[in-house]
């Protein structure tokens, strides 16, 4: 750990000369910060771009409201730790104390053919063209800020390339009280009209119909270890969750085959 301190003194200091509201946090409200924060290794290659530093990867720290920030220079490699907000940066050994039966699940990264196939879509809003070659499953809050925000990017990317649909499921945290039965309402509706009227902050009218589809998604999200939203899931399995921009989405989406035969 002592060879790699002149570039994580060099990371730190750079970092804290960043003017004041170059980065600031996204309120995500109640629950957990990861429903509503991302980070791209685009995104920590700017933040890190004065330290001369490559970011290799960048994804969420096993320790909460922390992004887990892996960089090399110079031949030298070594993990920094970068808070929600991109503001602040440290470095350091993080000693976990917790035995092993508090351990959070391990995040899933891809889900198998089988299971891919065995998630249920009648109850999912197409958006896109149904005879889209590449269905991309997106598992979605009614009230999750970066769910709103991501919405629209789904928009641009069906606009964009014709050959990728979103089918969109509902997946209602609990730290969103009154998701669950907006969520009944939309599948009720299959309407995304109602979907974007809640992400617009609107009254959504009670289910019009008696439906456990809301359940069944609770169950299998959990089954599969999917644990925020938005959460996307691609034909051949990966599992991408957080928001991202519509270019993003294209190129993540069409680096992999056509294999979906969602309808």
Do not use: W
């Amino acid at each position: 750990m002592i060879r790699y301190l002149p570039i994580l003194l060099l990371v730190i200091l750079a970092v804290t000369t960043l003017p004041n509201g170059a980065y600031t946090m996204d309120g995500c409200g109640a629950g957990e910060c990861m429903e509503c924060h991302s980070i791209e290794k685009s995104e920590a290659q700017q933040i890190l771009a004065k330290t001369g530093s490559v970011v290799l990867d960048a994804d969420f720290a096993e320790v909460p409201g922390l992004f887990q920030v892996n960089v090399e220079k110079d031949g030298q490699k070594a993990t920094v730790y970068l808070d929600f907000s991109k503001q602040y940066l440290f470095a350091g050994q993080i000693f976990k104390i917790t035995d092993e039966a508090t351990k959070p699940e391990k995040k899933v990264e891809k889900l198998s053919r089988d299971q891919y196939d065995a998630i249920p879509t009648t109850d999912a809003l197409l958006l896109g063209d149904r005879l889209a070659e590449k269905k991309v499953i997106v598992f979605t809050d009614p009230e999750c800020p970066y769910c709103i925000k991501l919405h629209p990017e789904l928009e641009k990317v069906v606009e964009q390339d014709p050959n990728i649909a979103f089918l969109i499921k509902m997946f209602p945290l609990a730290s969103h009280p009154n998701s669950y039965e907006k969520s009944k309402s939309i599948i009720c509706s299959q309407s995304l009209d109602v979907l974007e009227k809640s992400f617009a902050g609107e009254n959504v009218a009670a289910p019009a119909c008696e439906t456990d589809a809301v359940d069944r998604t609770l169950k299998l999200v959990k089954d599969y270890g999917i644990r925020s939203t938005p959460t996307l899931i691609l034909p051949e399995g990966t599992v991408a969750p957080g928001y991202r921009k519509a270019e993003d989405l294209i190129n993540l989406i069409n680096a992999f085959p056509a294999e979906s035969a969602k309808g």
